[in-house]
């Protein structure tokens, strides 16, 4: 399996961004999605996820973004996407998308070690 994330780039404090990732090699419909992020001398972040099909959908948000950013999925596309609005400057990492085969739940969800697979990054930088 494979995904590749795209989407991101330079916008201003209070903008909004929309990153996507497509994967392949996967049975889509049922693996769970999500999103991490790195910024420079910090660990790597659990941002969102998404379930599959086959466990209702149910998405996680860490604290810091919950209210301001959006997972959601498009399986006839075999894509998942992050809306981020009200960015900040705090946002500023590198974007990973990660999927796997196994249901996340609210006390694992944003543990790197459950995702089995992840794309390279992509750059998303808030301005102040």
């Known amino acids: 399996g494979q995904v590749t994330e795209s989407g991101g780039g330079v916008v201003q404090t209070g903008g909004s961004l929309r990153l996507s990732c497509t994967a392949s090699g996967v049975d889509f419909d049922d693996v769970a999605m999500g999103w991490f992020r790195q910024a420079p001398g910090k660990a790597r972040e659990g941002v969102a996820c998404i379930n599959g099909k086959a466990h209702g959908g149910s998405y996680f948000y860490a604290d810091t973004v919950e209210g301001r950013f959006t997972i959601s999925r498009d399986n006839a596309k075999n894509t998942v996407y992050l809306q981020m609005n009200s960015l900040e400057p705090a946002d500023t990492a590198m974007y990973y998308c990660?999927?796997?085969?196994?249901?996340?739940?609210?006390?694992?969800?944003?543990?790197?070690?459950?995702?089995?697979?992840w794309g390279q990054g992509t750059q998303v930088t808030v301005s102040s």
């Open positions: 990660v999927a796997d085969s196994f249901i996340k739940y609210s006390g694992s969800w944003n543990s790197p070690d459950q995702y089995t697979y």
